[in-house]
């Protein structure tokens, strides 16, 4: 057991409710005293009963699901078209509305920003260092994206985002660092920068353009195969590992 997952007053059943975002403390004591709350499959009604947190369950009567205890939320969204990453979106809904109320309340917020209508893999975390080394262009992250093209298209798309485009206010070219036809109409390619409409830019440079948009994978880390679009899931240690950053 680590020193600070011993059982002491921080974290008694009440703080550990209010800490994972299920609201004020007093509303978190009045879940626990009315035996809506469980902790590792067994209900608890006091509330100043204090728990280890390592591999700590909580399951709350109303939401859905089991809810690991953990310091920060580390979150992977299949993100679907038609919602904005913004926490105040001017002209769809937020893809912060495709979480429940706990996680909202904890100001969980995505690492970096997909288009309107871009879809597909999108991280989300209420750890700000983990965002802010996650977008930062020193860090490089390569981010796998797949394209429909408007039109037929060869080898020498490929070669054209390969050997770099210029983009409108860029002084200087940009390449893929990969880059791969899949059929006439469709490319995967992976970049490690994050500018603004960047994939749909080079290959509007590269003399094509894209239909439709999908992330497929951040680093190491993949999107799941059989989490829908507007479905989200917990990622681990490993899983963020896999995506460029090793959690506290
Ligand atoms: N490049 C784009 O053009 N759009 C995205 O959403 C991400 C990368």
């Given at each position: 057991?680590?020193?600070?997952?011993?059982?002491?007053?921080?974290?008694?059943?009440?703080?550990?409710?209010?800490?994972?975002?299920?609201?004020?403390?007093?509303?978190?004591?009045?879940?626990?005293?009315?035996?809506?709350?469980?902790?590792?499959?067994?209900?608890?009604?006091?509330?100043?009963?204090?728990?280890?947190?390592?591999?700590?369950?909580?399951?709350?009567?109303?939401?859905?699901?089991?809810?690991?205890?953990?310091?920060?939320?580390?979150?992977?969204?299949?993100?679907?078209?038609?919602?904005?990453?913004?926490?105040?979106?001017?002209?769809?809904?937020?893809?912060?509305?495709?979480?429940?109320?706990?996680?909202?309340?904890?100001?969980?917020?995505?690492?970096?920003?997909?288009?309107?209508?871009?879809?597909?893999?999108?991280?989300?975390?209420?750890?700000?260092?983990?965002?802010?080394?996650?977008?930062?262009?020193?860090?490089?992250?390569?981010?796998?994206?797949?394209?429909?093209?408007?039109?037929?298209?060869?080898q020498s798309l490929c070669d054209k985002l390969l050997s770099g485009v210029l983009?409108?206010?860029?002084?200087?070219?940009?390449?893929?660092?990969?880059?791969?036809?899949?059929?006439?109409?469709?490319?995967?390619?992976?970049?490690?920068?994050?500018?603004?409409?960047?994939?749909?830019?080079?290959?509007?440079?590269?003399?094509?353009?894209?239909?439709?948009?999908?992330?497929?994978?951040?680093?190491?880390?993949?999107?799941?195969?059989?989490?829908?679009?507007?479905?989200?899931?917990?990622?681990?240690?490993?899983?963020?590992?896999?995506?460029?950053?090793?959690?506290?």
């Amino acid at each position: 057991m680590s020193k600070k997952s011993k059982p002491n007053k921080n974290n008694t059943l009440e703080r550990v409710l209010h800490s994972q975002g299920f609201g004020a403390r007093k509303l978190c004591r009045n879940l626990i005293r009315s035996g809506s709350v469980s902790v590792n499959g067994i209900v608890c009604e006091d509330p100043d009963q204090a728990f280890e947190t390592d591999n700590l369950q909580l399951e709350v009567d109303g939401y859905e699901g089991v809810w690991p205890y953990c310091e920060n939320a580390y979150l992977l969204l299949n993100k679907p078209a038609g919602y904005e990453c913004s926490r105040a979106p001017k002209h769809h809904p937020s893809i912060l509305s495709l979480l429940p109320d706990p996680l909202r309340e904890r100001d969980v917020q995505p690492v970096g920003r997909l288009d309107v209508e871009t879809t597909g893999l999108l991280l989300l975390t209420d750890d700000g260092q983990c965002i802010h080394v996650l977008t930062s262009p020193k860090h490089a992250v390569p981010k796998v994206y797949r394209a429909e093209l408007a039109e037929t298209a060869d080898q020498s798309l490929c070669d054209k985002l390969l050997s770099g485009v210029l983009l409108k206010d860029e002084a200087e070219t940009i390449a893929a660092d990969a880059c791969v036809l899949l059929n006439p109409n469709a490319l995967e390619m992976i970049i490690s920068q994050g500018k603004y409409h960047q994939v749909r830019r080079m290959i509007a440079a590269a003399g094509n353009h894209v239909q439709s948009l999908e992330r497929v994978a951040i680093g190491e880390l993949t999107l799941p195969a059989d989490l829908a679009p507007g479905n989200w899931q917990w990622l681990d240690a490993t899983q963020m590992r896999l995506a460029g950053w090793t959690p506290k």
